[in-house]
């Protein structure tokens, strides 16, 4: 028998914590739909990830919606899905060149995110008190 390569530390449910960015409230940049940003910083290690994996801290998004972002970051060229012949079959993700090419601007907008929370709550606190202007 082969020898089995060693599976992945297993993702933490805290992995994704930072508040100003991949998909926060506080993120004013987005990249793919809601949840691509945190997709890719599961899979940004490079290694290759099972839904389940994925899952633990992307627990508050419904398997439905995990499924439906992998699949459209799948359909743009951003990750791979790779099938394993098993019994019960064995599903992957990992990111592409591409996906992978992601990171530094994702990297990039989270720093810029950091930097600037304060005044972005301090304008949309503002907004929110004065409302929209007609």
């Not at 459209?72 to 899905?81: A, K």
């Not at 992957?92 to 929370?117: K, M, N, V």
Request: hydrophobic fraction near 35%; charged fraction near 25%; glycine fraction near 6%.
């Amino acid at each position: 028998m082969p020898d089995q390569p060693h599976p992945p530390a297993p993702l933490d449910s805290a992995f994704i914590d930072d508040p100003d960015c991949a998909g926060s409230p506080a993120q004013p940049f987005r990249v793919g739909d809601k949840w691509t940003g945190m997709v890719l910083r599961c899979l940004e290690d490079g290694k290759p990830r099972r839904f389940t994996e994925l899952r633990v801290p992307l627990h508050w998004i419904t398997p439905k919606v995990l499924t439906e972002t992998l699949r459209s970051m799948e359909r743009n060229g951003f990750l791979t899905r790779t099938v394993h012949d098993e019994n019960p079959p064995r599903v992957e993700y990992a990111l592409t060149p591409l996906g992978h090419s992601l990171i530094g601007p994702l990297d990039t907008a989270c720093d810029w995110a950091r930097a600037h929370a304060p005044e972005i709550a301090e304008a949309r606190a503002s907004y929110e008190q004065a409302g929209p202007v007609a």
